[in-house]
T-cell receptor, first 112, second 113 residues
Framework: RKEVEQDPGPFNVPEGATVAFNCTYSNSASQSFFWYRQDCRKEPKLLMS???SGNEDGRFTAQLNRASQYISLLIRDSKLSDSATYLCVVNLASGGSYIPTFGRGTSLIVHP | DTEVTQTPKHLVMGMTNKKSLKCEQHMGHRAMYWYKQKAKKPPELMFVYSYEKLSINESVPSRFSPECPNSSLLNLHLHALQPEDSALYLC????????????FGPGTRLTVT
């Protein structure tokens, strides 16, 4: 079982749609959770950190469910420019350290 | 300013060459990271430096040798690489190790011939 799992998609949605991604993690002692966006042949760019209380930034909402060990990202009113790969990152507890571990990424395609 | 810079952008090297990748940040971050990313795969952690000391080595082959000369610079020395080492090499930094978000450089696209 992978330590951080994401549905690779692709999620193919029309402009204006609402889309949600989940990411599950294996170690309940993990801390610090993030969503990154990566465009083709570019570096990952931080989209948002994920806090226990949930957080929102414009059209994007991130939530953490520690009991079920998953984080989620909701995108409302999708734009063409939202097309990208969305990577979740979990700092997994491992032998006294926290190892930043990426999910495999979820591909989003927003079409006109 | 959340900029991490990396040089070179592209590198082609033979299996007997020695080359180095460079990374720099001026955000005062005390943790720096090297990742390797193959096409259509997520970044894989290679090394973590915390306060200029090697903190994590994810069982990386010795043909990759990291170096942190000071708190702003991170190098990755390459020697006797294999064609399967061809990938995008990403550098990142964070305020400290473990808790904070990372900021990535644009990467070096490495081809080993």
């Amino acid at each position: 079982r992978k330590e951080v799992e994401q549905d690779p998609g692709p999620f193919n949605v029309p402009e204006g749609a609402t889309v949600a991604f989940n990411c599950t993690y294996s170690n309940s002692a993990s801390q610090s959770f993030f969503w990154y966006r990566q465009d083709c042949r570019k570096e990952p760019k931080l989209l948002m950190s994920v806090y226990s209380s949930g957080n929102e930034d414009g059209r994007f909402t991130a939530q953490l469910n520690r009991a079920s060990q998953y984080i989620s990202l909701l995108i409302r009113d999708s734009k063409l420019s939202d097309s990208a790969t969305y990577l979740c990152v979990v700092n997994l507890a491992s032998g006294g350290s926290y190892i930043p571990t990426f999910g495999r990424g979820t591909s989003l395609i927003v079409h006109p | 300013d959340t900029e991490v810079t990396q040089t070179p952008k592209h590198l082609v090297m033979g299996m007997t060459n020695k080359k180095s990748l460079k990374c720099e940040q001026h955000m005062g971050h005390r943790a720096m990271y090297w990742y390797k990313q193959k096409a259509k795969k997520p970044p894989e952690l290679m090394f973590v430096y915390s306060y200029e000391k090697l903190s994590i080595n994810e069982s990386v082959p010795s043909r990759f040798s990291p170096e942190c000369p000071n708190s702003s610079l991170l190098n990755l020395h390459l020697h006797a690489l294999q064609p399967e080492d061809s990938a995008l090499y990403l550098c990142a930094s964070s305020q400290v190790e473990g808790s904070y978000e990372q900021y990535f450089g644009p990467g070096t696209r490495l081809t080993v011939t």
